[in-house]
């Protein structure tokens, strides 16, 4: 092989060659730019499938359904809900992992995907390896709700009646390591409160048992307890934001009553198969971003208390991996597996 360097002499032939060789590869690169713009301006060239790893009607779902309909309406395709629950969003993380890396396929995740790598030892992508993140959508606050029969108006008034009466509480969750059992759990424990977790299949059962009286109180996203709220069913003592809710402005954070800096909500986002081209990436962090700013689906997402985002992919990126640390160390806490 001759090496090139400053001091290198090439016969004429020689010359010719690598100048040719040389001519080609610029020519390729020229070539790629152009690929790319074109996939960016013909993309997308059919419908495309949000994978939603949830059940129909749940909190993601009515989040991902006012997006995936006004992304259609702005790409002249139609973006088809798919919903693929089971195993806190995992069923439906694998499956686009392992899906065309066309931009054809994509999943609608949720915090959920951050809490896996800590809670399965066997999980079957690796969701920074095998998927690219496009851009965050919406957080959904949790909301601490308490049945009306408990003594208490204020954070501090439950903490203090929830303390005098130790293992006589019971909270509910959405599922085990679920957002919603994670949350509760750092609540009780920076609060020194002894109560029993009561693990759900989603976030209605547990609603409903907690309307009943049940269970006693539970961290559960605000569109699910909203109802229940605005009926008198629930009290709703806190959310769990780092600002409070414009929905709810009078109802105080835990950040500003008794867990100085804590925040915690179900976020969303989207993301696609790790090899996805870039210039498909960015035409749908451009749509994305464009929907979250429209006035329609901001009114809609306010009406189910979700809060509009928006990021870049690398900023996600960045969230991401933060997500991935901070829950490894709550859930190493818990001791909770779910193999």
Known sequence: MTRIDSTTT????????????????????????PMGLAQAQSYPSKPVTLVVPFPPGGPTDQVARVLAQKLGEQMGQSVVV????????????????????????????????????????NLSYDVQKDLAPVALTAVVPLALVVHPSIPANTVREFVEYAKANPDKLSYGSAGNGNVTHLAAYQFTQHQGIKATHVSYR??????????????????????????????KRLKLLAVTTAKRMSL????????????????AGAWQGVMVPAKTPDAVV???????????????????????????LGSTPEEYR??????????????KSTGITLD
């Not at 009286?213 to 605005?230: C, E, K, L, R």
């Not at 960045?318 to 859930?331: C, F, M, N, P, T």
Request: glycine share 8%.
């Open 248 to 263: 709810y402005p009078a109802v105080p954070t835990l950040a500003e009553t008794v867990m100085p800096g804590f925040e």
């Open 202 to 231: 989603g976030s209605a059962p547990a609603d409903v048992d907690l309307v009943a009286g049940q269970i006693q109180f539970m961290t559960d996203t605000i569109n699910s307890v909203m109802p229940f709220v605005n009926d």
């Open 82 to 121: 798919d919903n693929k629950p089971g195993a806190n969003g995992n069923i439906g993380g694998a499956l686009v992992s392992k899906a065309a890396a066309d931009g054809y396929t994509v999943l609608y995740n949720t915090s959920s995907i951050t809490l896996s790598p800590a809670l399965y030892k």
């Open 318 to 331: 960045s969230y991401i991996g933060k997500e991935l640390q901070r829950w490894a160390g709550v859930v």
């Open 282 to 308: 960015q035409r749908l962090n451009t749509e994305i971003n464009k929907a979250l700013q429209s006035d329609e689906v901001r009114a809609k997402l306010a009406v189910q208390g979700a809060e509009p």
């Open 10 to 33: 090439l016969q004429p032939h020689k010359r010719r060659r690598w100048s040719l060789a040389l001519l080609g590869c610029a020519a390729g690169v020229a070539a790629l730019a």
